[in-house]
């Protein structure tokens, strides 16, 4: 694909800023809601298991 | 009929639901990537110009599946408020918890997507007369209602219930959503999809219809990785979640 035939599917015929506004942020609110979805399950398990941990030490003082 | 039965109570474990969904999880969240990336390639790159709107009709392809899937979302939630009430199953407030966040993202994503397709289309990013913007907002604020009054009660039952009651009554707003395009005058186009025909050529909604599929996918990861985080939160004091989280392997 040549540079010229790349600029003029990337202008999207003069709605170049529109489509790429809509896609742009639909990709990064899909993004954080995935990162902060994922970092939400891995905080509980690391929680809970710092919880058991500390306890576990309390038990065998 | 009997497995039915089975898997009704099966749903209603939290500790089931955490170990059997696991690889749910990540089937959803594989299919909706391929499916998200393969969907909108094609609606940008392969898929063909609309002969009135132009290039910027190419907005539907992320603008359509993302408030399909808000508008189900919400229906889930209500399902789960009507199971809680009726059955009293906690797992459908656990469901409720993880669907909110949810809902809300998607909600917000999609009045927001619509501004910026409305601007080119109609000459305008909002119009407060128009009942399909309107009507999509109440949505949202649905979802941020639902948030705080979660946050407003402390004891956690109450919470629950409440919560349960606000989402069976903002399902009215649904059909309202659904037929603010036939009912009122409005900017906004008639429905792509219809039950009956489907208002675009092959070539145009195959590339919808995979990101509409992608999208649910992600609902189906979000919800799924939600609730057993809200699961683990709420049983962290059981033997079977201390005895998890003391493998290596899950930390």
Redesign the interface.
Known sequence: MSVEAFSE?AS?????L??W???G??FV??L???I???M??RR???D??A??AAEQENESQ | MGWITTTWHRLGSPRWFYGMMAPWQTGF?IAALVL?AVG?VWG??WAP?DYQQ???F??IY??VP?VIVAQSAYMTLGAAGLVLLVWRMKMADVAMVAIV??GM?MT??GL??GA??G??TWGTWWEWTDARLVSTLILLFLYFGLHALRQAIPAAESAARACAVLAIAGLVNIPIIKYSVEWWTTLHQGSTFSMRRINMPAVMYLPLLVNVIGMYC?FG??MI??M??EI??RE?DTSW??EL??RPD??
Do not use: E, Q
């Open positions: 599917w999207m015929g003069r709605h170049g529109y489509v506004l809509a896609y942020s639909s609110t899909l954080l809601l995935v902060g979805t994922r939400a399950f509980a398990l690391r809970i298991a919880d058991v | 969240g998200l909108s940008l790159v110009a132009g290039d910027s190419r907005i992320i603008h993302t966040p949810f993202a917000a994503l927001f997507t910026v397709w601007r080119p992600l990861y979000v990785a939600r057993r985080t683990l939160r962290r979640v201390v989280v003391r899950v930390r």
